[in-house]
Structures are given as structure tokens and as C-alpha cells.
């Protein structure tokens, strides 16, 4: 036990560099049931959460197909836990749901952040009303001899001008970033994760009478609010900026996605948003994270349609990292998330060591594309019924991305869905090549999912998968065009296949892929496997 300021109340500490773990207990979902106002207790073996004492700083999370939702307790009477609003309610609705996750059974449930739960080594807990923080050491750790930090920023550094005027021509070589705690979801709103940091917060209009029964797989008032959701503030935040340089810097030990590049205006501290180009991050260093590395773009209207052509997010280049020990908290988020930007280039970098996705591109599952998407005009979505949601008739600013000679293995450790490398949406140009995948077991190469359409796919080696490609063409919406002129075209795989309606009617091809027994690789895939990740510095 030790002393800390009364009304400290961190979600995350480090002990000797490495990230402790916030006190929580893993219990069956069949030992509860779910409701629009809470959680009802029906295994009386878990009826002691009633006499946890500091109930309304006590936590639910569960972890479904893709989602990692959090909500915060307001009391505990018998069998019933209520939930904090909004959080709660939002968490009820949209897709692989608190109550009703894709994933079903297999989904996990978590209960956190009491003292009672401070069981195994590396646990903690504080209380800010009598100045304590709580730990319990892990094998060998002796505590007086033992470096503990605990933040008390939620961000370290936040980069903007002004609509208009952005700051221009900085840099920072060999600088360290560390120790942040982000505590949005400590409050009511908790954390309604939607997708690798985007999260859905406030009131939501029209709000379904059963958002259990009618809204765990879409529906209107969740379709409404899909323009509205909000992305987790990055430590070092970069907005309405230009010629921006992080050159052999390290990112660790932070609360939260380490670096947000272009991110929208409801995730930096400066108020400012998007408006970002020309932003280089090279030979840096990201590991042991609570979220992601790297979140580049928007997910507002203004982020895939900008209302003035400087707001687009262009020109970033992501290269020669080591990403490794990433989402350790936040398990939904992609180490490196690109959502919408023109010529984003991902290039040579070494990721590692992840929940979810290693390296994702693209948003908004086509429905911003020329055209929509067919899926969600049907009525049980309804997404083009809503105030604000277009359909339109000119093309994103998500283009020309390149994702090449990257090295992504020990990814996909949480969530069954999802790729190593993940792509959504429209992306004219796209290029994903020469990128060595390994170490994913069961899981997915290369995962074009809803709307990809003009990406390639080519020379890439993928070693010992469930499925070297995967393309969501939404079969459901034929005979539209939803995914289509897409290629893969000479990658080399060994086991695992290819998965999706590949064919000439939707122009998606698999052209001269290559199955190879073992690691019986030929001249040219070693080639790539040789070159890919992180190239030494030029002397």
C-alpha cells in the first residue's frame, strides 16, 4: 500500500515498465442476464457483489467479436447491478453488443476495480477518497527497491493552428513519450468501443423501447448516430499541421493510442481537427500500450467529405517502426489505424504482439462511397433514412494507401474477426504487397471487408493461416456490385485459402497465387520475407 493525492484515480499504473493490471475477475455470461437498465445477477454464487463496498467506482466489460465494451456501475441492490447512463444504453445497441455479442458464449466477461478483486500478482487498485493505491507484487518484485508510476495526464503533447493556419515544420528526434491515463470510460458514459478507438457517447435520439431484442444487429437509431461517434484523444495529438516529423522517438507506457495524426476535432485537446498533411513518423519505437500506436484520420462527415479541401488528411508516411506490446487495455484497437486519408504509406515496419488487427485501412463500410451501400439501405438498417446520413455521389478522400514490406505476426490474439491486415471501403490505388504475415494462427491474412473496392493484393508471403484472403463482398446485397474490382495477384501462401466470391461479375480476381508445402518457399518469397520489416538507418 502506498500514499497517493486524495482524489487520484488512475485507470492505469506501470510498475518497473511494465503495465500493471487494473484488479478485475473473469466471470460466466450464463451467470447473468442482460436488460435495457442493467445486469441481473441469476448464479447466486456471484450475489456478493452486493456488499462490494465503493460500488459506483466498480466496472463491467466484455469482450466480444470485435468490441471491447466498458460500462460503470451506479449501485448494487441484491441481484440487480445497475449501470450508469448513457453508457450503459449506448453499449445496448449497434453491433456485437454488450448483450448480445457476435460471438455469443464465447464472448468474455469482466468485473472490475475493487479490492476484493487484488488477487494476483501485478493487480492493483486505488482509492481516491483515502489517498491509496494498492498493489500486489509479482514474483521477485521486491516494492523497495521497485520503480512505480502512476500518471496523472490524460495526454502529454497536443500539436494544432488553426482552421486555415497550420503549425508547420516541426520535429522530434529521439525524444521519449510515456505515462499518460485516459478516463473517459471512468464516467457515466463508459465506453461504447464500436470499432478500433471510435466509441458512441451521449444521447441517442428515438432511443428503441427493447434495445435488446431490436437493436443488437443495427437499426435506425443507431444508423442515426454513426456520423456522431467519437474517437479516443491520443497521447500526442496532431491536427491542423504540416511537415511534422517523430524520427528514432519512443512511445510507451501510455493509457491510451500513443500517437493521433489528423484525428477528428472531438479527440484533441486543442479543439482543432484534421487539416493534418505531410506528416512523417520513422524509426520510432511503440510498445506497452494500453491502446493502439497510431490512429491517422477522422471518422466525422468532414474527415471522408471535407467541407474545405484543406481539411483532408493527406501524405502521411508510417515507416521503419517497431510496434510491439500494443491494445493491451483497449483490446479492439489495430496497431495501426489509418481510416480516411489520401496516400498514406505504411512502409517496412515490424508489428507484433496484438489483440486485434496489426495494420487497418479504410471506414465507414462503404456507405460514403459514390453509390452507398446497398446493405444499409434495407429497413432494418435504414442508415440513408436518417437525418444527415447521404448518399453520395463523389468519392472519399480515402485513396492510393500503400501498405508495403511490412512484417505483422503474433496479431489476432483476442478477436476471432478482423485481419492482420484489414481494409474497408473504396481506396483507388491501394496497394498492399511485399508484406511478410506470420504467426496468426486460425486467422486471416488479408481481410477486404464491406465496400473494398480497387485494392491489390500482390507478392505477398503468408505463412500457416486460417485464411491467406478473405473478401466480404455482401453476398446478401446481389446482385449490387458492393466489393468489387479488387485482385490478388502472385502471393505465396502455406496453408489456409482463399475465401469470398471472387469472380468476373464483380471483377475480383485471384490471379497466379501460389500454395506452397511447409516452408518449402521459392527464391522470390524469401526474398520478401528477407526484406521485410524495419531497414537500418542510412549512415
Known amino acids: 500500500m502506498a500514499d497517493i493525492p486524495r482524489g487520484a484515480d488512475p ?29 441481473q445477477i441469476v448464479d447466486p454464487a456471484w450475489r456478493f457483489l452486493a456488499d462490494l463496498p465503493d460500488q ?25 447491478i445497475v449501470l450508469a447512463q448513457p453508457g450503459w444504453r449506448n453499449n445496448l445497441i449497434g453491433y456485437d453488443t454488450f448483450a ?16 476484493a478483486f487484488v488477487r494476483a500478482g501485478g493487480d492493483w487498485w486505488a482509492d481516491p477518497a483515502q489517498g491509496k493505491l494498492y498493489y500486489k507484487p509479482r514474483d521477485g518484485e521486491v516494492m523497495a527497491s521497485s520503480q512505480v508510476v502512476m500518471p496523472r495526464l490524460e495526454a502529454l503533447v497536443s500539436i494544432a493552428g488553426r482552421p486555415g493556419q497550420p503549425v508547420r515544420d516541426l520535429q522530434f528526434a529521439g525524444v521519449g513519450f510515456a505515462h499518460t491515463s485516459w478516463l473517459g470510460p471512468s464516467s457515466a458514459e463508459g465506453y461504447a468501443s464500436q470499432q478500433s478507438g471510435a466509441f458512441l457517447s451521449g444521447q441517442v435520439p428515438n432511443y428503441p423501447s427493447d434495445p435488446i431484442r431490436d437493436c443488437s444487429w443495427g437499426c435506425w437509431a443507431f444508423e442515426r448516430m454513426r456520423n456522431q461517434w467519437r474517437q479516443q ?65 477522422g471518422v466525422s ?57 496489426g495494420i487497418d485501412v479504410g471506414w465507414g463500410w462503404g456507405v460514403n462511397d459514390p453509390g452507398g451501400n446497398t446493405a444499409y439501405m434495407t429497413l432494418g438498417r435504414g442508415y440513408y433514412d436518417q437525418p444527415g446520413n447521404r448518399v453520395y455521389d463523389t468519392p472519399t478522400t480515402l485513396r492510393d494507401t500503400v501498405i508495403v514490406g511490412n512484417r505483422v505476426h503474433g496479431v489476432k490474439r483476442w478477436f476471432p474477426d478482423g485481419g492482420a491486415i484489414y481494409h474497408l471501403s473504396a481506396d483507388p490505388g491501394a496497394l498492399i504487397a511485399e508484406n511478410h504475415v506470420y504467426d496468426v494462427p486460425g486467422g486471416i491474412g488479408v481481410y477486404l471487408d464491406e465496400g473494398s473496392r480497387y485494392v491489390t ?46 469472380s468476373d461479375y464483380a471483377n475480383n480476381r485471384l490471379i497466379d497465387n501460389v500454395a506452397v508445402e511447409g516452408q518449402a518457399w521459392p527464391a522470390p518469397a524469401r526474398e520478401i520475407i528477407s526484406r521485410a520489416g524495419p531497414r537500418p538507418a542510412k549512415p
Open 301 to 357: 462527415p468532414d474527415a471522408h467529405h471535407p467541407a474545405r479541401p484543406e481539411q483532408a488528411v493527406r501524405d502521411i508516411i508510417i515507416r521503419d517502426n517497431t510496434i510491439q506490446g500494443v491494445s493491451q487495455v483497449y483490446r479492439e484497437q489495430a496497431a495501426i489505424l489509418v481510416t480516411y486519408a489520401s496516400a498514406a504509406v505504411i512502409l517496412h515496419n515490424e508489428v507484433s504482439d496484438a489483440p486485434y488487427d
Open 457 to 502: 493484393v500482390r507478392d505477398n508471403v503468408f505463412d500457416g493461416l486460417g485464411l491467406w484472403v478473405n473478401l466480404n463482398a455482401l453476398d446478401g446485397a446481389y446482385p449490387r456490385r458492393t466489393a468489387a474490382d479488387n485482385v490478388a495477384r502472385g502471393n505465396w501462401h502455406s496453408g489456409g485459402k482463399a475465401n469470398g466470391s471472387w
Open 233 to 297: 484523444p491520443a497521447a500526442v495529438q496532431v491536427a491542423a499541421a504540416a511537415r511534422v516529423l517523430f524520427e528514432d522517438a519512443e512511445f510507451a507506457h501510455l493509457g491510451q493510442i500513443a500517437l493521433g495524426i489528423g484525428n477528428d476535432a472531438s479527440a484533441n485537446l486543442s479543439g482543432a481537427g484534421l487539416e493534418t498533411r505531410s506528416v512523417e513518423v520513422v524509426r520510432s519505437r511503440f510498445h506497452d500500450l494500453a491502446g493502439g500506436a497510431i490512429m491517422v484520420g
Open 56 to 80: 459506483t467506482r466498480l466496472e463491467v466489460e466484455n469482450t466480444g467479436f470485435f468490441t471491447d465494451r466498458r460500462a460503470r456501475v451506479e449501485r448494487i441492490q441484491g441481484d440487480r
Open 100 to 115: 448480445r455479442p457476435v460471438s455469443g458464449d464465447r464472448a468474455r466477461f469482466f468485473i472490475g476495480n475493487a479490492l
Open 11 to 39: 485507470r492505469q499504473i506501470w510498475v518497473n515498465d511494465r503495465l500493471a493490471h487494473r484488479a478485475a475477475v473473469e466471470a460466466p455470461r450464463k451467470a447473468f442476464a442482460f436488460h435495457d437498465w442493467g445486469i
